[in-house]
């Protein structure tokens, strides 16, 4: 099952699903905002991504750039946990489909990946 960690206040993320939705694609929303996100699954993310954590961050941000998060980067654990505690920073919408993932700016790249 098709899978999209989701924020509903970002255009690219509610633009996604409406691209599954108009494709009849049955998938599963998470609001990693309201339900946060585990270690684990970031560690899932970033294999799916074939990315290191630090390549699916927000570096623009506000948070990011206010707490000085740069010297962390380098170390993928440190960067997992960075995320944990503040699941804003990572880049979003973010769309799993079985072993392969992509970061959907802009939303439109999920037609050529859902048919692969």
Do not use: C
């Amino acid at each position: 099952m098709i899978v999209i960690y989701h924020n509903p206040l970002w255009s690219k993320s509610r633009k996604s699903v409406e691209i599954l939705n108009q494709r009849k694609i049955q998938f599963k929303i998470i609001e990693y905002l309201k339900v946060g996100i585990t270690k684990l699954e970031l560690i899932q993310i970033a294999k799916k991504l074939n990315l290191k954590p630090k390549d699916f961050i927000r570096k623009n941000d506000k948070l990011f750039k206010d707490n000085d998060f740069k010297s962390l980067l380098e170390n993928d654990n440190k960067t997992f946990d960075l995320i944990v505690k503040n699941p804003k920073i990572l880049e979003r919408p973010i769309v799993l489909d079985k072993n392969k993932a992509i970061i959907a700016r802009p939303p439109e790249l999920l037609n050529d990946f859902l048919f692969q």
